[in-house]
């Protein structure tokens, strides 16, 4: 965030900005859904089934998300309520990058459209579909706490007796660790985008017919 303000790309900040809070938000917005379907009220019961990126990110991921573009969500549930047992837990771990996916999806569909009017919303919409993709694998990474470590804790008995030994969530956080100590990341970030260039460029085939 700081390198795109020193270069002077505040248009690209703006829609940085708008894409993790709005993905953010729909994202544990879908883990809530997924969680009143398996029967939790939880969701309900704190407050959080609001479009409100406050309540969903907080104060502190809000801050981050400005002084450094990264961020966070939380949405209590209690998988105790599900009726699915730990098959509903991982269906409510896996519906936030569910979400993301979708929101991909649909915004590749419109952003040829949007190239077609405008040049800047049109990169508006293929940053949003960049980083849905990009948050919707970054949350699929199989170690706790992201949704992907979750899913395997939910439906895998030796994962979850992994997590639950005296040492077991130490190696998931040097895990979690490396994430950002290695190009991890950097290769999952161009991936991601890759994908995304993709599907915008077959969406444009399919628009072509209509818009010349």
Do not use: C, K
Request: hydrophobic share 55%; proline share 6%.
């Amino acid at each position: 965030m700081h390198d795109l303000a020193q270069n002077g790309e505040y248009g690209l900040i703006v829609g940085w900005l708008f894409w993790i809070i709005a993905s953010i938000t729909l994202h544990e917005l879908a883990h809530g859904w997924a969680a009143l379907w398996q029967g939790d009220p939880t969701p309900r019961a704190l407050g959080h089934m609001t479009a409100s990126p406050m309540v969903h990110m907080g104060p502190m991921s809000l801050i981050a998300l400005a002084l450094v573009g990264i961020a966070w969500g939380a949405m209590p549930v209690n998988p105790q309520n599900f009726r699915m047992g730990r098959v509903g837990d991982a269906l409510v771990a896996l519906a936030g990058p569910a979400m993301n996916f979708a929101l991909a999806f649909v915004t590749a569909l419109l952003t040829p459209l949007a190239y077609h009017f405008s040049e800047e919303m049109g990169g508006l919409l293929e940053l949003g579909v960049g980083l849905n993709i990009l948050l919707g694998l970054f949350n699929l990474m199989p170690i706790p706490p992201f949704d992907g470590g979750r899913i395997l804790v939910a439906l895998v008995r030796e994962v979850r007796q992994l997590f639950d030994s005296p040492g077991g969530q130490n190696i998931f956080l040097i895990a979690f660790m490396l994430l950002f100590v290695t190009d991890a990341f950097a290769y999952l970030r161009s991936f991601a985008f890759g994908v995304a260039w993709l599907l915008v460029d077959v969406s444009g085939v399919l628009w072509s017919p209509i818009l010349g």
